[in-house]
């Protein structure tokens, strides 16, 4: 059922059954947090957060028939009516014919790539998201990212900037040979280019170039109800075709998926793989029980392979992805009305804060999207994360002289289900405040850092 149309207020189109309180902390507490955690908010315990925006993976809130699945779960180790019930709800939503549970998304990755990449190999994608590109590089193949123009210019407004481009593809697999390119894949929506979705046009156009070469089309599937959604407001044709079938239509191009459930499985963990190919499957399910576990659970708990069968369910329903889009817009709109340069337009799961645009006062050596993070914390206790030259930015280790990152973003990510319009509006009043004192804020320097993903662990100081 989808509500009446004439009103234009989007709601919540659930109510709250369960409550988690939230703490109220001051600035000088605040403060003192921050000084405590070495300015680096992944540091920072969860209780001094009021509003949590760090991540949309897993920390969504389940349904009541998710928790009443979780009292269905059947934890025998083998051959589980629960591993039954999950494998029956990915074969309805996705449609391929083989399904292997795994812990989380990277573990459907490092699965996949192992299997079907080999040192030289070539992997294209429109944006590979970061554990995706360090397990195809971590096996030897160079990870490709091959997004549309319009999906590399943040200001520019663009249906599809999660599209790849289709020229560059066929270049690419002309001058390599079609043998070095073992698979293709998409990310849906575009996660690392800011949520952008991919177009129906566009995925129909990339398989037909990998069919000439014989090449697989996969999926990294995490966010494919979103991106269904997108195509359903954004392009021609679909408007009164149903989500759930215009995922079908998606899926029936491809051969294959990863799949992180704790983006749009609406579960708290949980991962898998999809393929049509059965000579795969196998080799696959031999590598699971290696690490993972055995094929009929995958790393996972009975009772999480019911929440992520009712969750893949869920997801489709339209009111739900109406609310969810609806949540990013009205965050991202009412931003920029206050004068944020942001990634545009909002993506399906989160808002990017442009932080180098607004605090040209401090140059990229001293880190503006950190520091517009930590003022983010201070001022209102909201957690956000910096995508910028902290995550990004490379280190010579023999001159120690760094190369910033492209962007300098801090992005506000929406977990699902969790947070209403006032704690948006909160976000927004303190952003406001943020934004009047921008001026003042002062840059960051790095005192100690490891030598790999440092953002996780960094310390820093006012510069
Ligand atoms: C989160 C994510 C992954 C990795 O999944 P995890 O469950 O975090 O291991 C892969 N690809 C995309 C696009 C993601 O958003």
């Avoid at 540091?43 to 349904?63: F, N, P």
């Amino acid at each position: 059922m989808t509500s009446d149309k004439s009103f234009r207020t989007v709601i919540e189109p659930f109510i709250i059954k369960s409550v988690e309180p939230l703490r109220l902390t001051t600035r000088g507490e605040r403060k003192k947090y921050l000084q405590e955690a070495h300015y680096n908010l992944f540091k920072i315990k969860a209780q001094h957060v009021l509003i949590d925006l760090l991540t949309d993976s897993g920390t969504g809130a389940m349904s009541t028939e998710q928790w009443a699945a979780l009292m269905r779960g059947d934890e025998s180790y083998a051959g589980s009516p629960s591993f039954q019930r999950f494998e029956n709800s990915v074969k309805d939503v996705f449609g391929f014919k083989y399904v292997i549970p795994t812990h989380q998304g990277r573990a459907a990755e490092r699965i996949l790539f192992s299997t079907m990449c080999k040192k030289g190999d070539i992997v294209p994608n429109n944006t590979h998201f970061d554990t995706t590109r360090a397990n195809v590089e971590y096996r030897g193949a160079m990870a490709v990212d091959l997004v549309v123009e319009e999906g590399k210019d943040p200001q520019k407004i663009y249906p599809f900037k999660g599209n790849m481009d289709v020229r560059q593809l066929r270049s690419l697999i002309e001058k390599e040979g079609a043998e070095k390119v073992p698979l293709c894949m998409l990310t849906i929506t575009n996660n690392s280019g800011g949520g952008q979705p991919v177009s129906m046009e566009n995925i129909k156009e990339v398989k037909k170039v990998l069919e000439e070469y014989n090449i697989p089309l996969y999926f990294d599937a995490a966010r494919f109800a979103e991106n269904a959604y997108f195509i359903k407001l954004r392009e021609g044709g679909y408007q009164d075709i149903s989500v759930k079938d215009i995922v079908r239509e998606m899926m029936s191009y491809a051969d294959g998926c990863t799949m992180s459930a704790k983006k749009d499985g609406l579960a708290n963990i949980g991962g898998f793989i999809c393929t049509n190919d059965s000579a795969l499957a196998q080799q696959e399910k031999d590598l699971l029980i290696l690490t993972e576990g055995y094929p009929t659970y995958g790393g996972l708990a009975g009772r999480d392979l019911e929440a992520i069968a009712v969750g893949l369910q869920e997801v489709l329903e339209e009111d739900y992805l109406r609310y969810r889009l609806a949540e990013a817009k009205y965050l991202g709109e009412r931003l920029i009305e206050i004068g944020y340069p942001i990634v545009q337009p909002p993506g399906g799961h989160a808002v990017y804060l442009d932080a180098k645009t607004l605090l040209p006062h401090i140059p990229q050596s001293q880190y503006p999207g950190q520091a517009l993070s930590v003022e983010l914390y201070l001022a209102g206790g909201i957690r956000t994360v910096e995508i910028g030259s902290v995550m990004f930015g490379k280190v010579n280790p023999k001159t120690k002289e760094e190369t910033p990152a492209a962007m300098e973003l801090v992005r506000l990510a929406l977990p699902r289900r969790t947070h209403t319009q006032s704690h948006i509006d909160y976000v927004l009043e303190v952003a406001k405040d943020v934004y009047n004192n921008r001026e003042k804020i002062k840059g960051m320097k790095i005192t100690a850092q490891p030598q790999f993903l440092r953002h996780f662990t960094a310390k820093f100081d006012q510069a």
